[in-house]
């Protein structure tokens, strides 16, 4: 549990669209997995020209996942949930780091 800055997480897991949050430090990594950053910004999107395929999405999560990214948790259908679902697949293996906002504090945890 923390009140200070998270780590690097994402904010959005769809087919046509993933979004991270925080990971600057990540910047060149991120670009490599086709991400952009908006000027001075610490957002990074990934807008695919066609919506990713459960796979694509799968090989996404685990290279995010390699790189020390959590997972956001909350509602309506979360990247947390997202990462679940395609783990039951059998799409994504092992654990994840999961991050939720609770009252004032941050709380990570393996999922």
């Known amino acids: 549990m923390s009140t200070g800055k998270p780590p690097a997480y994402v904010s959005e897991a769809r087919p046509d669209r993933w ?3 925080g990971g600057t430090a990540l910047r060149h990594e991120l670009k490599e997995l086709g991400f952009r950053r908006a000027f001075l910004s610490s957002t990074a999107t990934l807008t695919p ?5 459960f796979e694509a999405m799968g090989r996404l999560a685990a290279a995010l996942h390699a790189l020390g990214i959590a997972f956001g948790a909350g509602r309506d259908w979360s990247p947390s949930d997202v990462v679940q679902q395609l783990r039951q697949d059998g799409l994504f293996e092992g654990s994840f780091t999961e991050i939720a906002w609770r009252g004032e504090e941050w709380h990570v945890r393996i999922a």
């Open 19 to 21: 979004v991270v949050e």
């Open 49 to 53: 020209e066609a919506p990713l395929s």
